[in-house]
């Protein structure tokens, strides 16, 4: 079983920067696909970026050149740098990993952003 946990969450301003983080551990070599999504008050969960089977990249379109989705495979960490937020990337971020078996979710972390 792979598990995943987040952190690097928090609050910020307009125009800020916040990096997240991504630890997954156990069966890590199980996993396929992983990435960053984002569920905000009132809206369906959303890929934001990640990696796909072919290790590349994918973005929302409304993060291009704002966030960047990079990878540590020596310590199994996935991170999601953003950059010049706005308060509509407010949302809970949620990383997950798709192996061939099961679709993993971590806890979690809060961003929030004012304007």
């Known amino acids: 079983q792979v598990q995943l946990v987040e952190s690097g969450g928090g609050s910020v301003q307009a125009g800020g920067s916040l990096r997240l983080s991504c630890a997954a551990s156990g069966r890590t070599s199980s996993i396929l696909e992983i990435g960053w999504y984002r569920q905000a008050p009132g809206k369906q969960r959303e890929l934001v970026a990640g990696f796909d089977g072919a290790d590349r990249r994918n973005y929302a379109r409304s993060v291009l050149g704002r966030f960047t989705i990079s990878r540590d495979n020596a310590k199994n960490t996935v991170y999601l740098q953003m950059d010049t937020l706005t308060p509509e990337d407010t949302a809970v971020y949620y990383c997950?990993?798709?192996?061939?078996?099961?679709?993993?979710w971590g806890q979690g972390t809060q961003v929030t952003v004012s304007s």
């Open positions: 997950n990993a798709r192996t061939y078996s099961v679709n993993v």
